[in-house]
């Protein structure tokens, strides 16, 4: 079975400040990993995945993630804090080989503080 | 840029009245999935759709709910008889079928059952 934790629901972060947010997994074969953002009254939006290859995956927006096996991590970085990245993140996993359903971590909302 | 579409964006419904939520996919897209989540909670999976049935349902998924795509473009959600605790947002994705897919999803429908 798989499942996500997400570790802070609540993460505040000055302008220009790094953003980390926090996304471990458990799954019995190698998943996939996504994160996904939701702005206010809006869907959820990929920022990025990772599938199969290179660890460290860049998304939109300047967000990156690295796939660390040993840890079954997968964390959401961005170097600079843009009040404009202010919005719920999730990660979710699916597995590579049962179905194609997500699992979702619980979300992390990102505020900006200028 | 095409995206899924979801109506209404928020129903209030008595307990114990059926509602239908609906949901347009992306046009080429091959599988279409209902989740939901409770205010305070993980987005979670109810059901996937493909090629005009069920591939795949989680036990939330029960009797009261049923799923149909009338047309070649709505996907709907009913629930035949709303519990107190069906109150939640629905999001409604949709994938191309490959692998390592990403969902699309639509904005969600927040639905109130008094």
Known sequence: ?114 | EPEVTQTPSHQVTQMGQEVILRCVPISNHLYFYWYRQILGQKVEFLVSFYNNEISEKSEIFDDQFSVERPDGSNFTLKIRSTKLEDSAMYFCASDRGQIGREQYFGPGTRLTVT
């Open chain 1, 1 to 114: 079975a798989q499942s996500v934790t997400q570790l802070g629901s609540h993460v505040s972060v000055s302008e220009g400040a790094l953003v980390l947010l926090r996304c471990n997994y458990s799954s019995s074969v190698p998943p996939y990993l996504f994160w996904y953002v939701q702005y206010p009254n809006q869907g959820l939006q990929l920022l990025l995945k990772y599938t199969t290859g290179a660890t460290l995956v860049k998304g939109i927006n300047g967000f990156e993630a690295e796939f660390k096996k040993s840890e079954t991590s997968f964390h959401l970085t961005k170097p600079s804090a843009h009040m404009s990245d202010a919005a719920e993140y999730f990660c979710a996993v699916s597995a590579t080989n049962t179905g194609n359903q997500f699992y979702f971590g619980t979300g992390t909302s990102l505020t900006v503080i200028p």
